[in-house]
């Protein structure tokens, strides 16, 4: 029988390394449009700016929320795992 606890934690570990990478990838995706405004428009590069500002922080919020999710169904997981006989 496999170790259901360290697939326990592989899959935590997984799907929280996972929603980083793709929170990196979406922020820049959705600051970089807006950071060649400001090169290229300087009289824009405040307003462009703070739109960068608040896409990161909004896409970081969503992502945080992804993460507290798997956390707290990692640690059902783990409360359910440590019932079955021979898991610790």
């Known amino acids: 029988m ?10 935590q570990d997984a799907i ?3 929603a980083t990478s793709v929170e990196d990838v979406n922020k ?8 060649q405004l400001a090169k290229f428009v ?3 590069a405040g307003p462009a700016g703070q739109a960068s ?3 990161s922080s909004s896409i970081g919020t969503v ?3 992804i993460r507290s999710v798997n ?7 783990k409360q359910l795992l440590s019932r079955l006989p021979g898991q610790s």
Do not use: C, H, S, W
């Open 2 to 11: 496999p170790d259901l606890d360290n697939i326990r934690q592989l899959v």
């Open 63 to 65: 992502f945080d929320a």
């Open 53 to 55: 500002d608040i896409a």
């Open 16 to 18: 929280d390394k996972g």
């Open 42 to 44: 300087p009289q824009l």
């Open 28 to 35: 820049f995706i959705a600051t970089q449009p807006l950071d």
């Open 71 to 77: 956390e707290q169904a990692n640690d059902v997981a």
